[in-house]
């Protein structure tokens, strides 16, 4: 699990293993993480782009960077909140995920709102 606030953008991610849609014999492992984004400032702010860097098992770096999150580029009053649920693919049974989603004042001030580390594992994968 992940939980990082940067000026009150608070952000947690709860990943899981999907094993109905892994193939361990092919080393295809899928993780799901849901994600809130809690705006717990007292200022108008807007998602507009995701970045995350997916590391692997074996060290292999994969960025992904685009706009939104799952179609959407939620505006958030303070107060408010958005929740979302994504997967990542693996082909490793143990990976970490961490980064960025790039935000935007109402005063048009952007700012990075960051996502510490949490670690994609299939149970029992670590000791």
């Not at 909140?81 to 935007?104: D, E, R, W």
């Amino acid at each position: 699990m992940s939980n990082t606030s940067t000026r009150g953008v608070r952000i947690v991610v709860e990943p899981r293993f999907v094993p109905d849609q892994s193939d361990l014999a092919s080393h295809s492992y899928l993780f799901a993480y849901h994600v809130t984004i809690r705006n717990e400032s007292d200022e108008t702010v807007q998602l507009r782009s995701r970045h995350w860097i997916i590391t692997n098992g074996e060290g292999k770096v994969e960025e992904v960077r685009g706009p939104g999150v799952v179609g959407y580029q939620p505006l958030l009053k303070p107060g408010e909140q958005f929740q979302y649920t994504s997967g990542c693919p693996l082909n490793t049974p143990v990976g970490t995920m961490h980064g960025s989603f790039q935000m935007v004042t109402e005063d048009g001030e952007a700012f990075d709102a960051l996502i510490d580390p949490f670690r994609l594992a299939v149970p029992h994968a670590l000791n």
